[in-house]
């Protein structure tokens, strides 16, 4: 009822006045939106004329900023019963713009930055004379300054003259530069635990630095990475605190955002079954950001219990320390594992969204897995006491527009897995593993947008039976083939035990459409496949689709979906439904 009630609203709108003339199609579209929309026709002549006055004088402001300075403009109402108010319009000739002038106001910038901060104009004699493109220009010019060191540049009272005898436009700019910035160090203003001479140190400057707002920018971004505060303010000192030498601090204010965090939460699948998460977070701890976190998972598949430090900026900007430990079991159709799982990892960000990571895993525990020897063709089931010992590389490139509901750009990531087993068997092995997502906007405001993703992986090295089954590739399930349950895309085995594989290929394609400002409905359709030999075998995908709906919170959207398999197996459901927060990538 309220999309039929707006759409009505919508149809119901007429233009405020009609605009007659020979003028070209663009400039005619300007023109309605600038005369704009009324709710209803006018009750009488009296009304129509006052509307078309009112069109005539918006009409001629819109003429004069796209550079028609010579226009002849006509109100008048058409009609009796039913009069129309309408203005016609003749726009003349279009000025063009002359010579751009620049004038520095005292203290002059040095021939460099003014050189290049004019070059930034973008103006040219005969281009149109749009009052627009003149205030961008200028904006520009007070941009182009302050990335050159003069943060205090402003644009003074300009002078555009229109010659009506030579129908030009020429802007004359006023500009005061102000002196230039050399950066001093970093003053912090925080009630918080953060230690001044950590955050001065996170600075991508040094003391008689020209001032960048780039620079100023990234400590901004650096704070911010942290995660810790509620607030960070980055900004140059007022003018009446640069130093003897002539050097200008940073003054850097932060808000701690609670020192203490409980964190609860649940996940329920027809396939994987429940689970709730209880965390404690502890943030900002030893004055230099970090963030302590420790509790437990209890799930039907997965759960574990332990916790994990995060160290940002580790010895350098950028670089973030995470150590964990902790006692993991999982039960899974495929194999049962208790283990102890430890890892420290180095991640640095490069720019302002994408990072690498480099690190060492170790895990020591006990695995009941179900496998299938090749040789006898018979199902085996044996137990192993396993030490795991495993390098960590990977990088991860996001160039998509949110975390949690992207519209726009793409994702990718790549890692190796080099691992070493030790304990009851003795194997050398290298997991391979990559993925992209891509999404693109089907309509203007993103409306409609087409999401892809292709995920493939191999194992280099080592073979079904002598690889730890948590190393295996498995698929199915809310994160890879909705439509399966938790591992069933893989091969099974007599009994129907899923066969872990050394390689590994899904894809899917998602259509999301906004019904209203906080719903959205998705239709959708995964694929993939599980192989035993390096290169994935794609002669037993495993295809699903269904349909799902989004519900939108300010952090991102909460996903529901209800997913059917296409090519059905003995055993498999006739459906599986998940819930979840963020969409499914």
């Known amino acids: 009822m309220a999309l039929w009630a707006v759409s009505a ?12 003339g020979d003028i070209d199609a663009e400039l005619r579209r300007e023109l309605e939106r600038a005369v704009g929309t009324v709710d209803d026709a006018p009750s009488s002549r009296f009304e129509a004329r006052r509307r078309a006055r009112t069109a005539m004088e918006s009409a001629e402001a819109l003429l004069r900023s796209e550079g028609y300075y010579q226009p002849t403009l006509q109100d008048d109402v058409e009609g009796e019963d039913k009069p129309v108010a309408v203005v016609t319009v003749t726009p003349g000739r279009r000025f063009v713009l002359g010579e751009t002038k620049v004038n520095w106001v005292a203290p002059v910038p040095d021939a460099d930055a003014s050189r290049n901060a004019t070059a930034d104009l973008g103006l040219a004699p005969g281009d149109p004379g749009r009052a627009a493109d003149v205030l961008a220009a200028e904006g520009r010019i007070v941009a182009g300054l302050t990335r050159q060191g003069y943060a205090d540049a402003k644009a003074e009272p300009r002078r555009v003259v229109v010659d009506h005898a030579t129908f030009t436009v020429q802007p004359n700019f006023n500009i005061a530069s102000g002196a230039l ?32 707002p780039e620079d100023v920018a990234e400590l901004e971004r650096r704070l911010l990475d942290t995660g810790v505060y509620d607030g ?59 963030t302590l976190k420790y509790g437990g998972r209890f799930a039907s598949i997965d759960s574990r219990l332990g916790g994990e430090a995060s160290f940002p900026h580790w010895r350098r900007p950028g670089r973030t320390l995470k150590l964990s430990a902790y006692l993991v079991n999982e039960q899974t159709d495929a194999y049962d594992r208790s283990a102890v799982a430890l890892s420290a990892d180095l991640s ?8 690498f990571t480099y690190g060492l895993g170790v895990d020591a525990g006990q695995y009941t897995e179900n496998r299938f020897d090749p040789i006898t063709q018979a199902p085996i089931t044996f137990d192993r006491d396993l030490a795991i010992v495993t390098g960590r590389a990977a990088a991860f490139m996001d160039r998509s527009n949110d975390p949690l509901n992207p519209t726009t750009g793409f994702r990718l990531y790549v890692s190796a897995q080099p691992t070493a087993v030790t304990g009851e068997d003795t194997v050398l092995f290298l997991r391979t593993e990559g993925q992209a997502t891509g999404y693109l906007p089907l309509q203007d405001g993103a409306r409609t947008v087409l999401a892809g993703r292709a995920r493939i992986g191999s194992i280099i090295g080592g073979q079904e039976l002598t690889v730890p089954s948590d190393r295996l590739f498995y698929s199915g399930g809310g994160g890879s083939v909705r439509g399966y349950s938790y591992q069933s895309i893989n091969p099974r085995l007599p009994d129907n035990t899923p066969r872990g594989g050394v390689s590994l290929f899904e894809t899917s394609l998602e259509l999301r459409r906004d ?3 906080k719903f959205q409905a998705v239709g959708f359709v995964d694929a993939g496949a599980i192989g035993f030999q390096e290169t994935p075998n794609l002669t037993n995908m495993r295809y699903g689709a269904g349909v799902g709906v989004r519900y939108k919170l300010p952090f991102g959207p909460v996903r529901a979906d209800v997913a059917f398999p296409l090519n059905k197996r003995e055993g498999d459901s006739g459906f599986q439904l998940y819930i979840s927060i963020g969409q499914a990538f």
């Open 9 to 20: 609203h919508a149809a119901a709108a007429e233009p405020r006045a009609q605009i007659r």
């Open 181 to 212: 910035v050399r950066l001093d160090g970093v003053r912090v203003r925080t009630r918080g635990p953060s230690n001044p001479e950590w955050v001065a140190g996170l600075a991508p400057w040094t003391a008689g630095d020209r001032y960048d």
């Open 232 to 290: 960070v303010g980055v900004s140059l000192s007022p003018l009446d605190q640069v130093d003897a030498d002539g050097l200008r601090p940073v003054i850097v204010t932060l808000s701690d955002r609670p020192r203490s965090l409980l964190e609860a939460g649940a996940t329920y699948s027809t396939a994987e079954g429940a689970g709730v998460d209880v965390f404690q977070t502890r943030y900002n701890r030893f004055g230099r950001a970090a």
């Open 348 to 355: 640095q960000r490069i720019g302002k969204t994408s990072f």
């Open 515 to 517: 019904i209203g400002q």
